[in-house]
């Protein structure tokens, strides 16, 4: 075979289609939704290249019209668990000594599939299963995916590039070897491209996964592994399993070749991950990896020298597009209150023209929230806040599930800087707003950074520069991603590197080397040329 020192085209991010009315992007997304919407799948487990079904199944269904059955899914047994770490415990031995180059082809044309022939169905896929409207799909399912595939390859060769100095005596060099073992990554519903990224990241390093995805994101996860396989990911390298979590996840992390977690889900389930890997850590063979992006409960801090249309705007666009179901999406902001006013009634604008329902009509800004379950706690705290003295409904507050899980964006203010919306998590489209007397702007920031146990996303804004560099300081540890004037949400892979730390992870940054550096264990070799012959050094020496 012949050798070289191939260099892999420029990762470039992917351009956002517009889907404005007449393109012929719009027509064929349409086209592909309205068919997917007539038909219906089944969804198998994938384990060493072979469909597996099992026969235990369950349904799918839009969030936005509950009652339409999408097709169905299997569900793994522990047998099938098994199997699929066996198959790719042995796909490892090819595919751990395959040449770096030969994967980067593979997960390079991945990408090329998903931008070109599998765009619009990737995106439909996550409009029906997951309720984005087309341009939240697009950004996620289509671009944010491609990007995740063409940049985790130019990172990986300048990981391999990495190397430490040698001499003219000796010759050092760092392999970067795949775990030892294989990878469990379990994936969210939210974001399509999070649940491509976390095994083939895992996978383009050398490594093999077992692939949990979310239950409500079975839909677009068949997509992405149809596109792999088209790709050429080899048999038992991404074997994918759905059903009980709880069996699932004991099977695997009681086997010894378990070497390591990529997860992205809640706070509360990584940390029982947490545990159980350390209650099993006399089994394994190494100890594992664990990476895992979570909770948030992200904020907007606006200082009075602030626009108050420009915060209002990064309000309705961080906390309500893809209805707030982003672990970035403002959920709790801090206004001045000479600037509430002003922010109030362009905040109220906003969200008074928001169209809600099916993504299919693309004039809808809001969809549905993602099963019956968040809407039933979404609900509750709503209700709450109507009867609260310390709170009230600024806008929004009604909500309706007898076609989809519709919550109406809703705005509480509240008087209590520790009212529950402004310290729980919510997931959904509800933002609370508290106003602070203007000149309280550093103890208002002491107030942010102590108030959530999440650090994961934050905003603040400001057009003077002392009381941005203020923030910058005291904040300096309550956001990985911190935002100046502008959203908490919208991180781009190569630009903005996402992850937190605190109670929302381990701030490993997906769409970074960082990432990809938890998916190797270097080997450093030292070749020396001329070996010594005498083992004695010059202070032995006779005077």
């Known amino acids: 075979m012949g050798k070289g020192f191939f260099r892999v085209p420029v ?19 349409l086209k592909t939704y309205k068919n997917m919407y007539n038909s219906t799948v089944e969804v198998p487990l ?31 047994d522990k047998k099938n668990v098994q199997e699929a770490i066996e198959t790719a415990l042995e796909a490892r031995k090819k595919w751990s000594k395959m040449p770096w180059q030969e994967r980067a082809g593979i997960f390079l044309r991945a990408a090329e599939l998903f931008a070109g022939p599998y765009r619009a169905k990737i995106n439909a896929a ?50 970067y070897r795949p775990l030892e073992g294989f990878i469990y990554a379990i994936t969210p519903f939210n974001f399509t491209a999070i649940a491509g990224n976390l095994p083939s990241s ?70 029982l991950l947490w545990k159980k890997i350390g209650e099993n850590i006399n089994t394994y063979k190494t100890y594992p990896r664990i990476v895992g992006e979570t909770g948030g409960k992200d904020f907007i801090v606006a200082h009075k020298s602030s626009n108050p249309i420009q915060v209002a705007t990064a309000i309705s666009r961080g ?33 008074k023209s928001f169209k809600m329902g099916s993504p299919e009509d693309m004039s809808n800004f809001i969809t549905a929230v993602i099963h019956e379950g968040s809407f039933d706690k979404l609900a509750s705290y709503i209700d709450q806040a109507k009867n609260d003295s310390n709170a009230e409904i600024v806008v929004g507050g009604n909500y309706d599930k007898s076609k989809g899980y519709f919550i109406e964006p809703t705005v509480i203010l509240t008087k209590d800087p520790k009212y529950t919306t402004m310290c729980t998590e919510l997931f959904g489209p509800v933002v609370t707003i508290y106003v602070y007397e203007d000149d309280q702007w550093e103890e208002t920031l002491y107030l942010v950074d102590e108030t959530s146990e999440y650090a994961l996303t934050g905003a603040v804004f400001s057009e003077d520069r002392y009381a ?32 937190g730390a605190r109670a929302s992870g381990t701030n490993d ?24 012959v005498d083992y004695r050094y010059p202070f032995l020496g006779n005077n």
């Open 126 to 175: 996550t409009m029906l299963g997951q309720s984005k409207n087309i341009y939240q799909a697009e950004i996620d399912a289509a671009c944010e995916l491609i990007d995740f595939l063409r940049f985790n390859v130019q990172y990986m060769t300048e990981i391999y590039a990495e190397q430490p100095e040698s001499t003219s005596d000796a010759w050092n060099r760092l392999e």
């Open 202 to 271: 895992a996978a383009l390093m050398g490594n093999v996964a077992i692939w949990k995805p979310s239950d409500s994101q079975v839909y677009s996860a068949k997509v992405i592994m149809d596109v792999f396989k088209e790709a050429g990911v080899p048999d038992g390298v991404i074997n994918v399993v759905m059903g009980d979590p709880v069996m699932i996840t004991d099977t695997i992390l009681s086997h010894s070749d378990f070497s390591g977690l990529h997860f992205t889900g809640s706070t509360d389930v990584f940390k």
């Open 11 to 29: 990762a470039k991010n992917e351009p956002v289609k517009s889907y404005a009315p007449g393109t012929a992007e719009r027509e064929e997304v």
């Open 46 to 76: 994938y384990i060493n290249g072979k469909e597996i079904k099992t026969g235990n199944t369950a349904t799918m269904a839009p969030p936005h019209d509950h009652k339409h059955i999408l097709g169905t899914y299997h569900k793994a």
């Open 468 to 499: 941005l560099d203020k923030a910058v300081d005291i904040l300096e540890n309550a956001a990985g991603n911190f935002y100046i004037n502008d959203k908490p949400t919208g991180a781009v892979v190569g630009q903005q590197p996402f992850g």
């Open 509 to 532: 940054k997906a769409g970074s080397k960082l990432n990809l550096l938890r998916w190797v264990s270097p080997r450093m070799v030292k070749e020396t040329f001329v070996s010594p």
């Open 319 to 351: 906390a309500f597009e893809f209805q707030g179901q982003k672990c970035s999406a403002a959920s709790r902001c801090y206004i001045p209150k000479s600037l509430w006013p002003a922010v109030k009634e362009h905040v109220i604008k906003d969200l």
